[in-house]
């Protein structure tokens, strides 16, 4: 542990908000993000003081820009939950990182740990929220004119079947994005191209065992079999 961690650890220990807050003004941005990782990491460590450490992060957070190193962190539904009173703060969904990425890419992609996103988590906030905010982070691109979507589509490696519920979170989602944003029809065949590599990587023969292709049919406004015909010449290649 690093010396400025080490005293922000005593800060921590104290529970004195007030020091803990000049300790944190007075960090570097690199240290503010080891010092948020590090309540992060111990809420997860110790579900019982999840609530303390989210509060205490949230108030280090409440008079300062949310850090772009931290979006990275928010790849599965705990990281979510921990970092939600953060970014609800000002306009902090449509925060984006190096890559032009939001809290929404990283949460979609699940950084690769072929988990399923919460899609029902980011609907619901955006019914009971109405927060116009998170409906635009959904239009945002990044770097690769990607919106968070279609990152999900091209990079996301579980290709199992999604629950009801996630399912009908994410035809609910694409139909809020389609509010802010057309559809690139360049991007169809980057990500057909991509679900055909990740198919003959995890061996799968049988394109009902995934609803992959039905989502990019209706992200795209093709017809299934046309997307299915695709992917078998893309396969075939």
Do not use: W
Request: charged share 20%; proline share 3%.
């Amino acid at each position: 542990m690093s010396g400025h961690l080490n005293t922000f650890v005593s800060h921590l220990l104290t529970a004195d908000m007030d020091v803990l807050k000049t300790c944190y003004k007075g960090s570097t941005k690199l240290e503010k993000f080891e010092q948020i990782r590090f309540l992060y990491l111990q809420s997860q460590k110790a579900e019982h003081e999840f609530a303390n450490f989210q509060a205490i992060a949230a108030q280090l957070c409440a008079e300062d820009s949310l850090l772009p190193a931290l979006l990275k962190l928010i790849c599965t539904e705990h990281a979510l939950t921990f970092f939600i009173p953060i970014l609800q703060m000002k306009d902090n969904y449509k925060c984006t990182d190096h890559k032009q990425r939001t809290f929404l890419h990283y949460l979609f992609v699940t950084h690769k740990k072929a988990l399923v996103p919460p899609f029902n988590y980011i609907r619901s906030l955006m019914l009971f929220e109405t927060n116009e905010t998170l409906i635009k982070a959904l239009s945002i691109e990044d770097h690769a004119k990607m919106s968070a979507i279609e990152t999900y589509l091209l990079i996301n490696t579980n290709l199992e079947k999604l629950a009801d519920h996630e399912s009908t979170a994410l035809l609910a989602l694409i139909e809020f994005e389609r509010t802010h944003r057309k559809t690139n029809p360049a991007h169809y065949p980057i990500i057909i191209k991509s679900i055909a590599n990740m198919m003959s990587l995890q061996n799968r023969n049988d394109f009902s065992d995934s609803d992959r292709l039905l989502f990019t049919a209706l992200y795209f406004n093709k017809s299934l079999n046309s997307v299915v015909r695709d992917m078998v010449k893309q396969l075939s290649k």
